[in-house]
């Protein structure tokens, strides 16, 4: 299958600071890619889609201005989180997809997000 | 917005039981996901289900889906410590490629 990297894996930060976290397809090309952000013990929601070379579409209720999306090229995506605060700590994770070659979206092994 | 219903979100058993997961929704799935996820990972898929009454089998693991995609089961046998993870069920929805998760089962297997 094909491999989805993130960086950082661990983040700590200070409130009123920004983080940007990178994800970015190892060996193919990602139209699409998703955020997700994850409390502990609960599932993955979606953040956000990001097209390559377009403006992300955000889920109902994630401020845009707040989590900034860029994706720049068909291998890598970034989010950033502006102005953090401790209810921003959270398990962020990206997900990416070709759907000209895989029918399923890959996913990275998440970043650890904390705001002290 | 289709909803994904999971149950049970707590599991905890001891090794060698058996055990279901389902996941059900009021919409018809186009097709399902489901993954495990360990702790500080990203989730790993485990098997799509797509035709409606189809079974996969995966080792000790067994899914089915539902006569009228609606509803979906993953079922352990002999479950092991290993198996202990958050057992995810996601379906793809009309817009996008967008995935949408079932609220999770988390899984504890003692030795």
């Known amino acids: 299958g094909a491999v989805v990297s993130q960086h950082p894996s661990r983040v700590i930060c200070k409130s009123g600071t920004s983080v940007k976290i990178e994800c970015r397809s190892l060996d193919f090309q990602a139209t699409t890619m998703f955020w997700y952000r994850q409390f502990p013990k609960q599932s993955l929601m979606l953040m956000a889609t990001s097209n390559e070379g377009s403006k992300a579409t955000y889920e109902q209720g994630v401020e845009k201005d707040k989590f900034l999306i860029n994706h720049a090229s068909l291998t890598l995506s970034t989010l950033t989180v502006t102005s953090a605060h401790p209810e921003d700590s959270s398990f962020y994770i990206c997900?990416?997809?070709?759907?000209?070659?895989?029918?399923?979206?890959?996913f990275g092994p998440g970043t650890r997000l904390t705001v002290l | 917005t289709q909803l994904l219903e999971q149950s049970p979100q707590f599991l905890s058993i001891q090794e060698g039981e058996n055990l279901t997961v389902y996941c059900n929704s009021s919409?018809?799935?186009?097709?399902l996901q489901w993954y495990r996820q360990e702790p500080g990972e990203g989730p790993v898929l485990l098997v799509t289900v797509v035709t409606g009454g189809e079974v996969k089998k995966l080792k000790r693991l067994t899914f089915q889906f539902g006569d009228a995609r609606k509803d979906s089961s993953l079922h352990i046998t002999a479950a092991q410590p290993g198996d202990t993870g958050l057992y995810l069920c996601a379906s793809e929805g009309n817009q996008g490629g967008k995935l949408i998760f079932g609220q999770g089962t988390e899984l504890s297997v003692k030795p």
């Open positions: 919409s018809v799935f186009s097709s």
């Open positions: 997900s990416a997809r070709e759907l000209a070659v895989y029918n399923e979206q890959f």
